[in-house]
């Protein structure tokens, strides 16, 4: 069992950057990858960006070169680092992580770009 807890969202305007947090608790040394998600208004849940523990990285195509995902393996906490903020970008962004084929959900916290 793995409890997911995001933190960092907020409103910025275009061009902005964010910072967004998750914290694992439980069982952290049991995942396998963590990863952000997003879902905007009348949209589905789309891939912003996964890592995992071979250290390998998968971003959206929306997002590369402008948002970098980063793990602390010690401590459970996966980082998504958001720069040249769009508006395209609003959404709630969802922390994810896998433990073999279960995947457990953070609570979302919501990003809001402004032009």
């Known amino acids: 069992q793995v409890q997911l807890v995001e933190s960092g969202g907020g409103l910025v305007q275009a061009g902005g950057s964010l910072r967004l947090s998750c914290a694992a608790s439980g069982s952290i040394f049991s995942i396998n990858a963590m990863g952000w998600y997003r879902q905007a208004p009348g949209k589905q849940r789309e891939l912003v960006a996964v890592?995992?523990?071979?250290?390998?990285?998968n971003y959206a195509d929306s997002v590369k070169g402008r948002f970098t995902i980063s793990r602390d393996y010690a401590k459970g906490t996966v980082y998504l680092q958001m720069n040249t903020l769009k508006p395209e970008d609003t959404a709630v962004y969802y922390c994810?992580?896998?433990?073999?084929?279960?995947?457990?959900w953070g609570q979302g916290t919501q990003v809001t770009v402004s032009s």
């Open positions: 890592s995992t523990n071979g250290g390998s990285t």
């Open positions: 994810n992580a896998a433990i073999f084929s279960r995947l457990y």
